[in-house]
């Protein structure tokens, strides 16, 4: 499966590579909508279990590489090494399509590990 981005977020700093982007679980629900329409929804297995994801890539990277970022967390997480930008201990290990994504997001009512 061939996962692209034509969706540019900022992260935190050069050494927190994170997006500042991310779902907000506490917005409103127009707000939450409205970001779930501008992502493709993907889940992702982590060594911290399922997470949901969205292919992203960082605004200021002129090459545009697609990353994976965790919807709720805003971590990064390379396709092609599979490794997270923000963690050493969190690996991804497997990308797949669900039906339903959009509607587990909304009922996220805050921002955790879970």
């Not at 399922?50 to 200021?60: D, N």
Request: hydrophobic share 35%.
């Amino acid at each position: 499966m061939k996962i692209t981005s034509d969706v540019p977020v900022r992260v935190a700093d050069s050494h927190n590579l994170y997006s500042l982007d991310h779902f907000v679980p506490q917005g409103t629900t127009a707000r939450k909508k409205d970001w779930i329409r501008k992502h493709r929804l993907f889940i992702g297995i982590t060594t911290m279990g399922e997470r949901i994801m969205t292919p992203v890539y960082i605004g200021t990277d002129p090459s545009k590489k697609t990353f994976l970022m965790d919807a709720i967390t805003g971590s990064l997480y390379d396709i092609k090494t599979k490794r997270c930008l923000s963690s050493s201990s969190l690996r991804l290990e497997k990308v797949s399509e669900r039906e339903g994504l959009e509607e587990i997001l909304m009922k996220v009512k805050e921002d955790v590990w879970k």
